[in-house]
Structure formats: structure tokens, C-alpha cells
């Protein structure tokens, strides 16, 4: 029966052309939607985890208590063998090490004297091997107003807000006052090779961002670093995956007994931002759920309608002496016969878009201008499984049940009505 089922829809395109079109369209969206929720939700989550947290942070266990304070006195030791080591033991983890410090930037004048001061967050990161992804990763090209970028030992970036404060521009020397790993006093010579504008006020206010070797220098660091940041190959924020991770290396490598030995935390393990990943992961969930609702409404009203309009065919076929129940199921089969086939289709196309759309993303770097909040400038989707069978819900089991819904009134009126209905 669902063979001939089949050749009848395909020959018969009024009955399966604009209905599965319609389901096509309404899959296609809902697949869509959903793919470019979850990657929009995940946006800030990616920006923080970039600048701040990564997917996962390994740290001393007593650097880890007063993270916020930037404790470079309480750096992990013996960075590039334990950077070995977590790269060997999770190869689909990309680790980066980085010194976060703070102090005092000295710009002098033409004798030497100091012109101006002002505080300042500084990040040490690997700025010039050939092999770190550490400036794309903190789009440093994109945000470079004045200037150029490190290209050797001893230059920095600057915030072009503090510079202006400062009064000083690319090819002046400005020096760093602050504390070492040993807990004395420090100042290190820097030049400015260019300045920065996040468009974030808290980045802009004064930050400094030099290669990691020079600030091992200047704050006597060797083979030392604040934190080591673990970023996902996939290139999204896996909060299982990372808590997983997070607990195999904490029993293997963390004691009790010793402050500085390393311990890992994931990115939701650190500070509010559990809070933060719970509550993307529910708004994602409703925002989703609310737009599958309205969807399952349209294509159930549109397998509604659909079998109303063939109240006339039913009536020619119980008049033949066709049974009630076959002239149902057999309306049945061809909706989920018409939901599967849109489904199929529409899951194909959505996904489609949505790969267009975490490939190249959507820039809004020209709405951004201005923003006060740490946000991307370009707008990704993100596919995940839910995506390959989320269609189905309003695609197939709606059109379905608005059919089901019209053909009970097969059984509820008489066959001389139903054939009185196609006189008319």
C-alpha cells in the first residue's frame, strides 16, 4: 500500500508538491534557528573564554584561590614541560600559556623625567612564534588603530585610550613599574609598536599586551607563567567534555599536600561563570522550544486544512465502498509520507544555511561601534546533534497529527452527507 501510496503522491503533484514544500520551509527555519540560537547564545561565552577563562585553565591550586588578584608570585613552574605534557595527554586541546600582571606605566619626557602615569592590566601572551594562533584568537589585527604589530623583542601593545591619556605614540618608550615573581620591585623599558581599541571600556582603560618572554623578563619569570588557557579544537565550549577533562587531570596531577601543584578548572568551575553557561544553556533551550511551538502550529494547521479540503475524495471513495478506517489510515500514511519527505529535505537545507553561517558568520562590526559590552564582531551559528532531528518534531509528527485531527470527522459523519458535500 505505501508503494502505491507513493506513486500516487508523486503523480499527483496538488497533493504532495505545496505540501511538502511547506513542510520543507518550516524545517528548514526551525533547523536553522536553532543552530544559529545555540551559536549565538555561545558567542559570549567564546569571547570570554578567549580573553579570560578558556575552555579550561590549568593554575597552582593557591593561584587559583586568588585568581582575581593576579598573583604572579603564585605562577606555575616548569611551564614548557607541563605544556608538553598536557599536550600529549589531550591532543584535541590547544594550550597556550599566559601571565596576567598588573602596575605602573611611566611615560617619559624628552629628558628622561616622567611626563605622565597611569595604572595598568597587563597580558603576557606568545605574540611572536610562528606556530601561536594566541593574535588571532584575541583579534588583535582587527583591533589595531595606530602603529603596527610586535614583530621583536621588547614591543607591546597599548589600549589607544591609555595612550592618548598617556600622551605618548607608537615608537615611544614607556616603562613598567610593578612586582616580581619574588615579590621586589621591577621596572622593565617597553616601546610602544602600536595601539589597540577593543570598543569595551574595561579593555580600553588600560591595557598593555607584550610577548610572554619579555614579561618572564621583566617580572623574573623564567619558565613561569600565571596561567595555561586550553582551547577546544572544535572551537566551541564543551561544559561535559570539560568538566570530564578537568577531573581526569585533578586526580592524577593535584595533592592536597602542595600549594603550587597544578589544578584544572573548566571554564564554568571559574568565578559566576557557571551561572553564566547554566543560564545560556536554559534561555537556548525556551528560545528554541517557543519557535518548534510555533512551527508545530503552522504545519499542523497545515495538515488541518489539507484534509479538509479532501472531505470531497473521501466522499467518492466511501460511496465506492471503500471502509472509513482504510480511507483514515491510508490519509495517514501519505502525511507522514509527505512530513518525512519535507523533514529530510528541510533538515538538509537548514543545516546548509546554518554551515554557511558558522563558516563565514555574519559581521556586525558595524553595529558594535561604541558597545560597552564585551561582544564578537561577527555572528556564528553553531550545529550540534539536536540539529540533525529537530526538524522532525514540527516536520513530521505535527503534520501528522493535524491529519489525524481532520480525519476523525471521517467517523463522525455519515457517508451520504460526505458524498451530498461533493454535489454541492
Known amino acids: 500500500m505505501i508503494k502505491f501510496l507513493i506513486i500516487g503522491l508523486w503523480r499527483d503533484k496538488s497533493r504532495s508538491r505545496l505540501p511538502i514544500i511547506v513542510v520543507t520551509i518550516g524545517v528548514t527555519l526551525t533547523v536553522l534557528m536553532h543552530a ?3 551559536g549565538f547564545m555561545g558567542d559570549t561565552i567564546e569571547m570570554n573564554a578567549r580573553f579570560t577563562n578558556g575552555h579550561i585553565k590549568v593554575m597552582s ?3 587559583a584561590e586568588n585568581m582575581d588578584q593576579m598573583p604572579v608570585d603564585l605562577a606555575l613552574m616548569n611551564v614548557e614541560e607541563l605544556l608538553t605534557t598536557l599536550s600529549h595527554e589531550y591532543p584535541d586541546t590547544e594550550w597556550a600559556a599566559r601571565i596576567k600582571f598588573g602596575g605602573l606605566i611611566d611615560a617619559p619626557d624628552s629628558q628622561g623625567e616622567t611626563r605622565s602615569q597611569g595604572p595598568a592590566m597587563g597580558f603576557g601572551i606568545d605574540l611572536l612564534s610562528a606556530q601561536s594562533r594566541e593574535t588571532q584568537r584575541l583579534n588583535l589585527e582587527k583591533a589595531l588603530r595606530q602603529g603596527k604589530m610586535p614583530s621583536g623583542p621588547g614591543e607591546i601593545l597599548l589600549s589607544d585610550a591609555f595612550a592618548l591619556k598617556l600622551k605618548v605614540t607608537p615608537g615611544d618608550t614607556v616603562t613598567l613599574i610593578g612586582s616580581s615573581m619574588n615579590g621586589s620591585m621591577t621596572m622593565y623599558n617597553f616601546i610602544v609598536a602600536g595601539t589597540i581599541a577593543f570598543g569595551v ?3 580600553d582603560r588600560g591595557t598593555i599586551i607584550a610577548d610572554i618572554r619579555d614579561v618572564r623578563m621583566a617580572l623574573d619569570m623564567p619558565d613561569a607563567a600565571g596561567e595555561i588557557l586550553g582551547f577546544m579544537n572544535t572551537g566551541f565550549y564543551d561544559n561535559t567534555k570539560a ?7 585533578n586526580k592524577k596531577y593535584t595533592t592536597d599536600a602542595d600549594e603550587f601543584a597544578p589544578v584544572m578548572k573548566s571554564l564554568s568551575q571559574q568565578g559566576n561563570m557557571g551561572q553564566y553557561v547554566a543560564m545560556s544553556e536554559i534561555w537556548s533551550m525556551y528560545v528554541s522550544l517557543i519557535f518548534i511551538f510555533a512551527m508545530s502550529l503552522v504545519l499542523w494547521n497545515a495538515g488541518l486544512l489539507g484534509g479538509l479540503r479532501r472531505y470531497g475524495e473521501v466522499g467518492i471513495r466511501l460511496a465506492m465502498g471503500e471502509e472509513k478506517g482504510h480511507v483514515y489510515r491510508s490519509m495517514i500514511w501519505e502525511s507522514v509520507i509527505i512530513g518525512l519527505a519535507g523533514s529530510v529535505l528541510g ?3 537548514g543545516l546548509f544555511f546554518a554551515w554557511l553561517i558558522q563558516t563565514y558568520g555574519i559581521n ?6 561604541g558597545a560597552s559590552v564585551m561582544f564578537p564582531d561577527t555572528i556564528r551559528a553553531r550545529i550540534t546533534p539536536p540539529d540533525f532531528y529537530i526538524g522532525f518534531i514540527p516536520g513530521l509528527i505535527s503534520t501528522v497529527l493535524g491529519t489525524m485531527l481532520s480525519g476523525i470527522g471521517i467517523y463522525r459523519r455519515q457517508t451520504a452527507r460526505l458524498f451530498k458535500e461533493l454535489e454541492a
Open 36 to 38: 544559529y540560537i545555540t
Open 61 to 63: 591550586a593557591a593561584y
Open 201 to 203: 571600556e574595561i579593555m
Open 243 to 249: 568538566n570530564e577533562m578537568a577531573g581526569d587531570f
Open 347 to 349: 533538515t538538509a537545507l
Open 364 to 369: 556586525i562590526s558595524g553595529m558594535m561601534r
